[in-house]
């Protein structure tokens, strides 16, 4: 099975700052098709969780400009230039390349 | 809009049987994989199961390979999750996912989500 380890496990930031979580893979995520399965999940408390990024860096459908993806074979960031107050809650990464789908372990974000 | 709508949780003993169901609405059903995804309380998500679009392919975690059973009636717009020897650990909100594509695999993508059913194992 892929392991997905997230850092940190929680993140404080004043509004307005930046935030940044790291993502590693135990196996490359990049696919003979030339793209790499690479996911990032928002769980907002008390919520399911939502699609933020697809394919390392592509922003899902809705999902604000401050929310950005990077990262290639094992090592993947997700980074949010401007930290508002809706994007508390868990991040999770994801695989989507090899079964079992295997997630992050999560990165919970509060605000100073 | 899509829609899914879990049921079926409850409370049930262990050895126990239980049938989810997903109603799914504001897509074309049979276009697109579905999924569970589990996540205990206090804890992280965990993939459980997937079923193409057909129906045809089915996949699912080590932890529940043997008793769970993953089914789908695209006349009915209903994805099924028949859940047997329940264990204290299958405690969990259950969530139904659609999937971006027909197939589950190489690009499992999760773009809808329910809003969750809670299963719960105890005497």
């Known amino acids: 099975d892929i392991v997905m380890t997230q850092t940190p496990l929680s993140l404080s930031v004043t509004p307005g700052q930046p935030a940044s979580i790291s993502c590693k893979s135990s196996?490359?995520?990049?696919?003979?098709?030339?793209?790499?399965?690479l996911y990032w999940y928002l769980q907002k408390p008390g919520q399911s969780p939502q699609l933020l990024i697809y394919e390392v860096s592509s922003r899902f459908s809705g999902v604000p400009d401050r929310f950005s993806g990077s990262g290639s074979g094992t090592d993947f960031t997700l980074k949010i230039s401007r930290v508002e107050a809706e994007d508390v809650g868990v991040y999770y990464c994801m695989q989507g390349i090899h079964l079992p789908i295997t997630f992050g372990g999560g990165t919970k974000v509060e605000i100073k | 809009e899509v829609q899914l709508l879990e049921s079926g949780g409850g409370l049930v003993q262990p050895g126990g049987s239980l049938r989810l169901s997903c109603a799914a609405s504001?897509?074309?059903?049979?276009?697109?994989?579905m999924s569970w995804v589990r996540q205990a309380p206090g804890k992280g998500l965990e993939w459980v199961s997937a079923?193409?679009?057909?129906?045809?392919?089915?996949y699912y975690a080590d932890s529940v390979k043997g008793r769970f059973t993953i089914s789908r009636d695209n006349s009915k717009n209903t994805l099924y999750l028949q859940m047997n020897s329940l264990r204290a650990e299958d405690t969990a909100v259950y969530y139904c996912?659609?999937?971006?594509?027909?197939?589950?695999?190489?690009?499992?993508?999760?773009?809808?989500w329910g809003q969750g059913t809670l299963v719960t194992v105890s005497s």
């Open positions: 196996q490359s995520l990049l696919h003979s098709d030339g793209k790499t399965y």
């Open positions: 996912a659609k999937d971006q594509h027909i197939v589950v695999v190489p690009a499992a993508m999760f773009t809808n």
């Open positions: 079923i193409s679009g057909s129906g045809g392919s089915t």
């Open positions: 504001g897509f074309t059903f049979s276009s697109y994989a």
